[in-house]
């Protein structure tokens, strides 16, 4: 199946530790983006990348940091520097030539 | 930063209803978006609509740009319907049409 994939779908971690979320798409998109989401809240944009190795910080990249070494995958690293972690991560992806975005299941991370 | 405020924050309806969802948003956008977040926080794509009028069955939406606000109506609403709608738009400025601003969205909850 076709689709992008977000693992694990629940992580919890102690205080101070850096943690990994996944992001992979099989659709050949060329753009994929983060986003964090508070609860009762909309989405706000971490990171996004639109070619492989390049990426470029959108407005609340502080204590976060990303990689693009494959069309396919984007990890999003939360480190200990992020204040306030603990939040519902969203990863997107969007087609060649257009700006419409896909968006994966999340993952909610927890800090304890 | 452009703004992006969304209404009514909440929404109640017995199922059948129609409802109309507005988007307001303070600069000249060529991209907006109209999502659906369900309660187990997966982000559908509605419409891609920076203008004018869509349909895809019991919803549609209508973009006036030139006024600045975006309109999502859902008729014969379902249970089903129930979550969260977000807009997103993103601001027509050097090629970063992509940068995605959302609104806060609106719960919308239909009881059977």
């Known amino acids: 199946d076709g689709g992008i994939t977000q693992s694990p779908k629940y992580l919890f971690r102690k205080e101070g530790q850096n943690v990994t979320l996944s992001c992979e798409q099989n659709l050949n998109h060329d753009a994929m983006y983060w986003y964090r989401q508070d609860p009762g809240q909309g989405l706000r944009l971490i990171y996004y990348?639109?070619?492989?190795?390049?990426?470029q910080k959108g407005d609340i990249a502080e204590g976060y940091s990303v990689s693009r070494e494959k069309k396919e995958s984007f990890p999003l690293t939360v480190t200990s520097a992020q204040k306030n972690p603990t939040a519902f991560y969203l990863c997107a992806s969007s087609p060649p030539g257009t700006d419409t975005q896909y968006f994966g299941p999340g993952t909610r991370l927890t800090v304890l | 930063g452009i703004q992006v405020e969304q209404s009514p924050p909440d929404l109640i309806l017995q199922e059948g209803a129609n409802s109309t969802l507005r988007c307001n948003f303070s600069?000249?956008?060529?991209?907006l978006q109209w999502f659906h977040q369900n309660p187990w926080g997966q982000l559908i794509n509605l419409f891609y609509i920076p203008s004018g009028t869509k349909q895809n069955g019991r919803l549609s939406a209508t973009t006036v740009a030139t006024e600045r606000y975006s309109l999502l109506y859902i008729s014969s609403s379902q249970t089903t319907d129930s979550g969260v709608y977000f807009c997103?738009?993103?601001?027509?400025?050097?090629?970063?049409?992509?940068?995605?601003?959302f609104g806060k969205g609106t719960l919308l909850t239909v009881n059977p």
């Open positions: 600069d000249s956008v060529n991209n």
């Open positions: 997103a738009v993103a601001l027509n400025s050097g090629g970063s049409n992509y940068k995605l601003t």
């Open positions: 990348s639109q070619i492989v190795n390049d990426f």
